[in-house]
């Protein structure tokens, strides 16, 4: 078996397809604390609706260089249908769409190797080529931290945090909400920036106005000694 550090070369990315159905299905099983619904299954390697990119690595030496290591699983959602169209321009929100990102991952054995890198990236290269496209979006739950890094490390924005988004064994956890604009679209500000940049904007007329305040009072101790 090649050494995985020197396995970079013979890593590629291709469209997942029908003879993945087994191993994309165990994959998810192994990796995601949600069960998915065998229709999802299908639609992904049958393209309905469906989106996708599997990672294979043509150097190992037990005959399955061709089975999937790594996927990503996306679809086009009009961006007035999405969670994110108040971040958008209302006056042409609606002529626009977005790529939703609705499963990621990597076996144990693979990761730290660029590989959900380059999965994403896939994602935001097909987005881009979409003239309506405007942005990827997905969620990720509150405790996986590795994911939250590595969606900041691609640029990704975290826009919000959705108290009980999930429901997994009756426990509900938050869910964060990031967003990766594509073609030089910007968000605007974010309420906990928009938050922040009035409380700026108040203590900097508050230091304006003491200042003023303190010039004249020195102005009037002035007139009075003299």
Avoid at 34 to 62: C, K, L, M, N
Avoid at 117 to 132: D, F, G, R, W
Avoid at 205 to 215: K, N, P
Wanted: proline letters at 4%.
């Amino acid at each position: 078996m090649v050494p995985l550090t020197s396995c970079h070369s013979t890593l590629s990315y291709r469209p997942i397809r029908p003879s993945d159905l087994e191993i994309l299905e165990r994959i998810h099983g192994d990796l995601f604390p949600i069960r998915y619904e065998s229709e999802f299954f299908q639609d992904v390697v049958h393209g309905r609706g469906i989106v996708s990119w599997a990672a294979v690595d043509h150097s190992r030496d037990d005959g399955k260089g061709d089975e999937l290591i790594g996927f990503v699983t996306a679809r086009i959602v009009l961006a007035t249908e999405s969670e994110i169209v108040d971040l958008l321009n209302y006056d042409s929100a609606s002529e626009w769409s977005l790529v939703y990102i609705l499963t990621l991952g990597v076996v144990d054995r693979y990761r730290n190797l660029g590989i959900a890198s380059s999965l994403i990236l896939e994602v935001i290269k097909y987005a881009s080529s979409i003239p309506t496209c405007r942005a990827v979006y997905l969620h990720v739950i509150s405790y996986n931290l590795p994911a939250i890094h590595l969606y900041k490390k691609m640029s990704f924005k975290c826009i919000r945090r959705l108290l009980g988004f999930y429901l997994i064994d009756g426990q509900h956890y938050d869910s964060y909400l990031f967003v990766h604009f594509v073609k030089g679209c910007q968000p605007p500000c974010s309420p906990v920036e928009l938050v922040t940049a009035i409380m700026k904007y108040v203590w900097s007329g508050f230091q304006s106005i003491t200042a003023r305040l303190w010039s004249n009072e020195r102005k009037v101790r002035w007139m009075v000694q003299m």
